[in-house]
């Protein structure tokens, strides 16, 4: 199977949001009056909780105040392009309805309605792409998934080539046609995939819906993407197609426990690492047992969509930096024939650029349309020096971020890249 789909709009939306919600949601991050310091959704398997145990919390699982629009609008509101929500994490519970295992949301709690259903529908009204996560290696229910050695001390590759035939499969496909067009199958930790298996996947996947991407994360370097690790920002622009993705406060899955809440500006300064290095950001909230999105994590999204709102020319359809080097005031992402400069802190009266070989048309602060920014410039072809100097304003707060942006005269952005590298051999 080659066919390639199409990467634009995964490339350009830079911005997504991460859901972790499943049953794990119930203990929230503690189990028989302990907490745990890791995160939520791993309860299981960090108190070894026998799988008919954890079972039980299906029976208790009611989450009445779950609407699926609300969720579509926070994404929208935040200025998020697309959603990827648990549709099983490692605990093997699906949170949808399943043919294939009774040990899913309809079938084995109160509930009994199909959250990703609904999600699809609100997503589809918010203009926003869906994918789903699933765990295709880790299932900690299933005898021939890994991960449980508890329940389950004896693994054999026989178990779980049968995991994936019965289980795997037949869920993906139920995922892939049941839901409408789905952006992507965002697969996890492959632990004991092989490669075979990993390409076996990501065919069948494709197979159902030619469009959908597949994670960096379905093991082998096989995905259409790269994934980063988890909260991981990179040092260095990246080549390819990436995606950083990180939590709100410290965990994937909801902890009562859990108020390390990023603040708003750390939030978009982030957003500024990830884009600046060519990466999107999946940013993840975990609804608690009643299906709510924290509040704090509403209000934040809603901040960063604010900020988005006057300087998303900066985020979206951007690329990284065109120089490996990290200015001690900010970072920078680019456009055609544009140069955005995301100011964390004030840099002073007087900013340099070296290395942009442009002329400059006028350079602006993407919150202030009308303030236009004093610059000029020196231009050298031998050597290849150039120095763009902006005179910017009294010293101001930046808040959260201030993004000016530089226009270039001639259409075009034509770099020095060698401009601030010490080796230019
Ligand atoms: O084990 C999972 C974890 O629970 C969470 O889903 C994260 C998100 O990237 N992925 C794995 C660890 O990297």
């Known amino acids: 199977m080659n066919n390639v789909p199409d990467m634009r ?45 954890y079972a039980k919390f299906a029976e208790k699982f009611n989450p009445v105040d779950f609407n699926a629009r609300e969720w579509g609008d926070a994404a929208k509101e935040a200025g998020m392009k697309y959603m990827v929500i648990t549709a099983k994490h490692h605990d093997g519970f699906s949170m949808y309805r399943s043919r294939v295992s009774a040990y899913n949301i309809v079938d084995a709690t109160p509930f009994k309605r199909d959250p990703l259903e609904e999600i699809a529908e609100a997503c589809r009204e918010a203009g926003i792409r869906l994918g789903f996560y699933y765990s295709q290696d880790q299932d900690w229910y299933e005898p021939g998934g890994s991960g449980n050695d508890w329940d389950f001390p004896t693994k054999t590759p026989e178990a779980f080539a049968n995991y994936l035939a019965s289980k795997v499969k037949p869920q993906l496909k139920e995922l892939l046609t049941n839901y409408g067009p789905i952006g992507l199958i965002w697969f996890d930790t492959p632990v004991t995939i092989t490669a075979e298996q990993s390409k076996e996947l990501k065919d069948w996947v494709r197979a159902i819906q030619p469009d959908c991407l597949v994670s960096g994360r379905v093991g082998h370097s096989l995905g259409d993407y790269e994934s980063l690790g988890d909260n991981q920002i990179p040092g260095m622009p990246l080549n390819g197609v990436w995606e950083g993705l990180g939590t709100i406060n410290g965990t994937w899955g909801y902890k009562a426990h859990d108020r390390q809440w990023k603040s708003t500006r750390k939030l978009i300064r982030i957003l500024g690492e990830f884009a600046s290095k060519g990466t999107n950001y999946l940013l993840n909230v975990g609804p608690d047992a009643t299906g709510k999105i924290p509040p704090p994590c509403v209000r934040r999204l809603r901040e960063v969509g604010k900020w988005l709102r006057v300087n998303g020319d900066a985020v979206y359809a951007t690329s990284a930096s065109p120089w490996n080097h990290e200015f001690p005031w900010g970072r920078i992402t680019t456009g055609k024939d544009k140069m955005y400069l995301w100011l964390f802190d004030w840099p002073g009266r007087e900013l340099f650029i070296y290395g942009l070989r442009n002329p400059v048309k006028e350079i602006g602060i993407l919150a202030a349309p009308e303030t236009k920014l004093d610059f000029s410039e020196q231009h050298l072809n031998h050597p290849d020096y150039h120095k763009l100097t902006i005179r910017l304003p009294d010293r101001r707060r930046v808040k959260p971020v201030t993004i000016l942006e530089i226009k270039s005269a001639n259409g075009k952005l034509d770099i020095n890249q060698r401009a601030y590298g010490s080796a230019d051999f």
Not at 27 to 42: C, F, S
């Open 9 to 53: 709009w995964f490339a350009e939306a830079r911005f997504g949001m991460f859901v972790h919600w499943g049953l794990y949601a119930i203990p929230a991050g503690t189990w028989n009056g302990l907490d745990t310091p890791w995160v939520g959704e791993w309860i299981m398997r960090k108190f070894k909780i026998p799988r008919l145990e």
